[in-house]
C-alpha cells in the first residue's frame, strides 16, 4: 500500500433519484448526500437511493476527488486483502444503499446466481449483470415491507374473506387451493410441503397471469366497496394499505400480492433479509440496506417497469411462514454493548449496528479481514484507525458528522467516539472470508 493511501478515507456517493423516492430535504438520501459539498438538494425532485460501493451504475469515488474506489482498489489490492483482490478485481462483493420510500417499490424477487446468468445472457438489455442479489434491511425509521408468502392458512382465509379475491381466482380454484391446503397440512413431512407449494404456486400464478381488465373490474369493485363504509381505516390495517397504495398504482395487480404476502412493519433497528427467489415489496419508510454486488430485479407488479410475471412465477420457491420468521435479529458483538451484528446466511457481507448515546462514549470495532464501509446516520463523533502492523499508513482521526461515508481497509481496526449530545450512530457493512464467519463474535 503507498504511503498516500491511508486504510480509512472518505467517500463521495451517488444519490439515485427514482419516482418512489421521498421529496427533497424530507430525504434521509439526500440528507446524508448533502453532508458532501457537492451536492445540493432540490426541493422537487424525489431521492430514493444513496449507492456505497463499486457498482458501475452508481460508483463511489475518494471524497473530492475523480479517482474512483474501484480504481484505489485495484491499484492498493492489500486494502481488499489478497483473497478479495483476487476473486472481485476490485470491486467490493456487496452494494451498501440507504432507501427513502415514499411511495411503494415493485412486486419483486431477485435470482439466485443460476438464473442471474441465464437471464444476463438471454436479456442483458433488461438483465444487467450475471450476479445473484440476497439483501437484508434495517429500518432507520418505521419501515413497512411485504416479504415472503404467509402461512398458507392465512392465504385460505382471505379468499373466504374477500369476495373480490375469490372472484378473481374463481370459485372451482380457490376451492381447490383450500381443499389442498387442508390436504398439506395432514401429509407430514415433505411430501405435505410440496403439495402446499405446487397449490401456492398455482394460486399465484393464476392471479399475477388474470386478465388486466378481470383485475380492474375487481379491484374497482375492491375499492368502492372500501369506500362505501365511509369509515376510517386504521393506520397499518390491510384495508388502509389497500387504498393507500391503490391510489398510487390504480388497478395493478400487485395490489392481489397482498393478500398473499406478510406485511410487516419495522421499527428502527429490525431487520429482514431477503434470499434469493422470494417475493418482497418495500411499501414506505428508510432503511439501510446491504446486497450481493448486483442490480437484478424481476418485478410483477406495483410498476410502470417491464413486468416478467412468467419468469417471476417460475422462479419463486413458495415457501411459506410466518411474518416474524421473516426477521433478523441483531447480535450483540462486543463486550461494550453498543455494537449489533446482522449476520444473514450468506457469504457477501454482514452489517454492524454502532450506537453510542452519550457524548464521549467510545466503541471500537477490531476490523474485517476484507473491505468495510461505514456510513454515520446519526450525530457527530471522531473515527480514529489503529496500525495493525508496522508496516501500516499512518492513524487516520477524522471528524465525522451524520452522512459521511469512509471507507476502512481490511484488517484495519478503528474505534468511533461520541462528540455530539445525541451521541453517534454508524452502521458498518464488511466482507469476510466465508471460513471465518465468527469473525467478530467474542
Known amino acids: 500500500m503507498t504511503a498516500s493511501q ?85 470491486r467490493l462483493p456487496f452494494l451498501f444503499k440507504v432507501l427513502s420510500i415514499n411511495k411503494a417499490l415493485s412486486i419483486q424477487a431477485h435470482p439466485d446466481k443460476h438464473l ?62 383450500q381443499d389442498a391446503v387442508v390436504r398439506s ?28 381488465s378481470k383485475v380492474k373490474f375487481e379491484l374497482d369493485r375492491l375499492v368502492a366497496r372500501l369506500g362505501a363504509t365511509g369509515s376510517e381505516y386504521p393506520l397499518h390495517s390491510i384495508e388502509e394499505l389497500l387504498l393507500r397504495t391503490h391510489a398510487q398504482f390504480p388497478g395493478d395487480v400487485g395490489l392481489f400480492s397482498m393478500f398473499f404476502l406478510n406485511y410487516v412493519v419495522l421499527k428502527p433497528g429490525q431487520a429482514i433479509f431477503l434470499a434469493a427467489n422470494e417475493p418482497h415489496a418495500y411499501l414506505s419508510g428508510d432503511c439501510v440496506e446491504c446486497m450481493a454486488e448486483s442490480d437484478n430485479v424481476i418485478r410483477a407488479g406495483l410498476t410502470p417497469k417491464f413486468k416478467d410475471v412468467e419468469v417471476l412465477t417460475q422462479m419463486l420457491t413458495y415457501q411459506s411462514k410466518s411474518s416474524t420468521d421473516q426477521l433478523l435479529s441483531g447480535v450483540l458483538c462486543t463486550p461494550t454493548g453498543h455494537s449489533l451484528m446482522y449476520d444473514p446466511p450468506i457469504e457477501e457481507f454482514s452489517v454492524i449496528l454502532t450506537t453510542l448515546d452519550h457524548p464521549k462514549e467510545k466503541e471500537r470495532l477490531r476490523g474485517a479481514e476484507g473491505p468495510s464501509i461505514v456510513i454515520v446516520t446519526k450525530g457527530k463523533g471522531v473515527i480514529r484507525s489503529e496500525k495493525h502492523t508496522e508496516s501500516d499508513s499512518d492513524v487516520v482521526e477524522e471528524i465525522v458528522e451524520t452522512g459521511n461515508v469512509f471507507f476502512v481497509g481490511a484488517n484495519t481496526p478503528f474505534s468511533i467516539e461520541a462528540l455530539s449530545e445525541e451521541g453517534v450512530t454508524i452502521y458498518t457493512a464488511f466482507s469476510v472470508k466465508p471460513d471465518k464467519k465468527d469473525h467478530f463474535h467474542h
Open 6 to 90: 491511508p486504510a480509512v478515507f472518505r467517500l463521495d456517493c451517488k444519490a439515485q433519484s427514482y419516482d418512489w423516492g421521498k421529496i427533497g430535504s424530507s430525504s434521509k438520501v439526500a440528507k446524508f448526500a448533502s453532508s458532501s459539498p457537492s451536492f445540493t438538494i432540490d426541493d422537487s425532485r424525489p431521492y430514493a437511493e444513496l449507492w456505497m460501493g463499486t457498482h458501475p451504475s452508481g460508483p463511489s469515488s475518494v471524497y473530492q476527488s475523480d479517482k474512483t474506489l474501484e480504481s484505489v482498489l485495484k491499484a492498493n489490492p492489500k486494502l481488499s486483502s489478497p483473497y478479495f483482490a483476487e476473486r472481485y478485481q476490485g
Open 185 to 212: 397440512q395432514s401429509i407430514d413431512g415433505i411430501r405435505g410441503v410440496k403439495e402446499g407449494r405446487q397449490a401456492l404456486k398455482i394460486l399465484y400464478t393464476t392471479v399475477m397471469t388474470a386478465e388486466p
Open 116 to 177: 442471474a446468468q441465464k437471464l444476463f445472457k438471454e436479456r442483458p438489455d433488461i438483465y444487467k449483470d450475471d450476479n445473484h442479489k440476497p439483501e437484508m434491511a434495517i429500518a432507520l425509521t418505521e419501515f413497512e415491507a411485504l416479504c415472503g408468502f404467509r402461512p398458507l392458512p392465512e392465504i385460505s382465509t382471505a379468499l373466504d374473506q374477500w369476495p373480490e379475491f375469490r372472484s378473481l381466482v374463481g370459485d372451482k380454484e380457490a376451492t381447490d387451493f
